[in-house]
């Protein structure tokens, strides 16, 4: 029988993160924006029926992306209802830096360990004190500080996020062969021990069910946006900024992201075209300026580096529409984040933005890098606006269903069917 919830406060020791099949970090072109910690928000006194819940992630607070971000909505909506949440992360920044080793934001407690191996910001190991622990929620597919815990704490009912997703393709031959060995000898065995893994989209669960894992184990469970997220953005400001309309990336600037077929594909449109790239280096920066000044294009195109959650939705309210032409995404949630700004996408056909985007509808799908399929669709968007608008008006139905307040309630129900066991 598993243990009920603690009530009672766990000490930490030391760690830090690793993300098995990730890219060594690269700098960014401006310093990582750090959010500011609001007001303290009102939480409820804890009772006999709330919850205690440790998270073991790679990195959080401080640190910004979208598996820091879902926990964080997560884990303050928890506090507000009652419910004490504890993140275990590493104190290794993107920076370099390392993190002070206790912290909060928003009522969520943080403790930080330095890495056992560090091998860089996304493979840095550590060991997260999780005596005491009644209840454990672990974050990301491929990390091993995760396996690790998987095989110390079996007797504690543990809660898988998978977050990325597990179909993703890579395209290295050195990665798919670590892949396979990964999954049949490490991954596949630490998600038969868990008691309930969470997919943020269904396409997941067919893969998890080839390789023996019950369906009944598995519970689809989207990344929400906060309600903040809906709030109207400056369109005025993003415009004003950039000079002008413009077709937006928000993401990282990585190869698997698309952001080179992009470029490609924007040479090809009207001369008045304008496109803006916000979000960090992840390696092609300098290679995407360089191929923008050989294009003609560069006084067209704006890299802006990280963005404040503010300027985010003023540049999301102000786009023409929003491209992502990557070669996957788990869930995709910037696209969710377009669409609660009114705004519309042209994305791959890729993950779960096949399943997602209605086309034609909320936005434009088409075949990972075929430049010629996005250039047209992009086109259509840049010289038919009122469609986006239309798509536009569409999607932000749609992101309603995402919202925290939405959301929150499954995963608050499946830690209650957990420690009632």
Not at 235 to 256: C, M, N, Q, T
Request: some cysteine; charged content about 25%; proline content about 8%.
């Amino acid at each position: 029988m598993k243990p009920v919830p603690d009530k009672a406060s766990e000490t930490v020791s030391k760690s830090d993160v690793p993300h098995l099949f990730s890219p060594e970090a690269k700098p960014f072109e401006a310093p990582p924006h750090r959010p500011r910690e609001p007001n303290p928000v009102e939480r409820r006194p804890m009772t006999e029926q709330s919850l205690t819940i440790h998270h073991v992630t790679p990195h959080f607070y401080p640190e910004v992306g979208g598996v820091e971000d879902s926990l964080r909505h997560f884990g303050a909506w928890l506090v507000q209802g009652g419910h004490r949440v504890i993140v275990h992360t590493s104190s290794l920044a993107a920076s370099g830096e390392t993190l002070a080793a206790r912290g909060a934001i928003e009522g969520i407690e943080i403790q930080r360990y330095p890495p056992i191996s560090n091998r860089g910001y996304f493979r840095t190991w550590f060991r997260p004190d999780l005596s005491g622990a009644r209840l454990i929620h672990l974050h990301g597919y491929a990390v091993r500080t995760n396996d690790r815990v998987v095989r110390a704490a079996s007797q504690v009912p543990i809660v898988f996020s998978l977050h990325h997703g597990v179909r993703m393709p890579h395209v290295g031959r050195r990665v798919r062969v670590l892949r396979k060995f990964y999954d049949r000898f490490v991954g596949v065995p630490t998600l038969r021990r868990v008691d309930r893994i969470l997919v943020t989209s269904s396409g997941d669960v067919p893969w998890l069910t080839r390789r023996g894992i019950p369906d009944a184990k598995v519970r689809v469970v989207p990344s929400p946006l906060p309600d903040d997220a809906y709030v109207p953005g400056d369109a005025s400001w993003g415009r004003d900024r950039v000079g002008g309309p413009f077709i937006l990336y928000l993401g990282r600037l990585h190869e698997e992201k698309g952001v080179d077929d992009l470029l490609e594909a924007f040479s090809r449109l009207p001369p008045d075209a304008r496109l803006v790239f916000a979000g960090p280096d992840g390696g092609r920066l300098s290679a995407l300026r360089n191929r923008a000044r050989d294009l003609g294009v560069a006084s067209r195109v704006t890299f802006l580096g990280t963005v404040s959650e503010d300027e985010k939705r003023s540049l999301l309210a102000s786009c023409v529409c929003l491209a992502l032409p990557s070669l996957f995404e788990a869930q995709g949630l910037v696209a969710i984040e377009s669409w609660a700004q009114g705004r519309p996408i042209v994305a791959t056909r890729v993950g779960a933005l096949a399943e997602m985007i209605s086309h034609g509808e909320t936005g434009l799908l088409v075949p990972y890098h075929d430049i010629h399929a996005l250039a047209d669709s992009l086109d259509r968007m840049w010289t038919h606006p009122e469609v986006g608008n239309e798509m536009g008006a569409k999607g932000k139905r749609v992101a309603e269903s995402f919202r925290i307040g939405k959301i929150a309630p499954r995963l608050l129900q499946i830690y209650e069917d957990l420690a009632a066991h």
